[in-house]
């Protein structure tokens, strides 16, 4: 479980391990169709640039709260379903009240989840030539090569799973070690990057250099709360405090409405709703704010 204050690796893992989760309050997946958006958002991480707060809850011993959820997605495509909220939160299991697309953005990326069959890639060739602040250093790919060297930029594009794989060995290297392992991890990138391109031995540690000092050193792995902080909320009991948690603290910014916010609550008194709402919706061509205002008025029930 988290301890401390963890890195994106670190909450990575624990999405991995099946200890954090998605609980039915939350909306799907609504970043599908922007990949801007998700490599701006690995772009900041790199360029160091705030990406706001992640708020978790943890189930806490004695809650007898019934709360579904549901894991995170290792890959997305036409066929994803976002309904299956098919796990029962155990005690001190973690769930995401805030930060689901970009947790969700940040596990795919890392795990190397093809996304509408596309891949990942960095450029780490990115900051050895001036650019603009809006230049992003991420691009998608449909493609199952390790490097992507594109002549035009004068960039060179590596998978993002495999940045992270060598990023890893080298914060893992101890000291003694260094020289040694760095010949290891050179050796590495140049099996990575040679059917694609060929380098000199200076840009070969260049290379090196670079992932140690912009990737080993970002928010992946060492945690900087000026830039990414996350809160853990314990002891409250989920039906008498988190939901009204979660309704106030998603109130105060636009992308959720309040129809977002009725569905978050009918969902977890009603556990197939969700998916009978989007039937429904795509059925009747009526838009779920709508069904929402008529289900209030016909049953009768205060907004």
Excluded: C
């Amino acid at each position: 479980m988290l301890a401390g204050e963890p890195t994106i690796m670190g909450l990575v893992d624990e999405i991995k391990k099946g200890n954090i989760l998605l609980p039915m309050i939350q909306r799907p997946f609504v970043w599908l169709s922007d990949e801007e958006r998700i490599t701006k958002l690995f772009d900041s991480v790199i360029k160091k640039f705030p990406i706001g707060i992640i708020l978790l809850y943890q189930k806490p011993q004695g809650d007898p709260s019934e709360i579904f959820a549901r894991k995170f997605l290792d890959r997305i495509d036409e066929d994803t379903k976002f309904e299956e909220y098919d796990v029962i939160v155990k005690e001190e299991q973690i769930l995401v009240l805030d930060g689901h697309q970009r947790l969700q953005s940040l596990y795919l990326g890392v795990i190397d989840g093809p996304f509408y069959g596309k891949h990942l890639y960095h450029n780490i060739l990115f900051f050895k030539k001036e650019r603009d602040v809006s230049d992003v250093s991420f691009k998608f790919f449909k493609s199952d090569k390790k490097a992507i060297y594109d002549e035009k930029d004068d960039s060179l594009y590596l998978r993002f799973a495999y940045v992270i794989d060598i990023a890893k060995k080298i914060a893992g290297v101890s000291p003694h070690k260094k020289e040694k392992e760095k010949e290891q991890i050179i050796k590495k990138l140049k099996e990575l990057i040679e059917p694609e391109k060929s380098f000199s031995e200076d840009e070969y540690r260049y290379f090196y250099n670079y992932i140690s000092e912009t990737v080993s050193n970002s928010l992946f792995f060492r945690h900087d709360p000026h830039i990414f902080k996350y809160e853990l909320i314990k002891e409250k009991n989920f039906d008498d405090d988190v939901l009204e948690i979660f309704v106030r603290f998603n109130q105060g910014g636009l992308p959720l409405t309040k129809s977002d916010l009725i569905f978050s609550t009918l969902k977890l008194q009603w556990k197939e709703g969700g998916a009978k709402f989007e039937d429904l919706a795509e059925e009747t061509g009526i838009d779920k704010d709508l069904l929402l205002k008529t289900l209030i008025v016909v049953s009768d029930l205060p907004a």
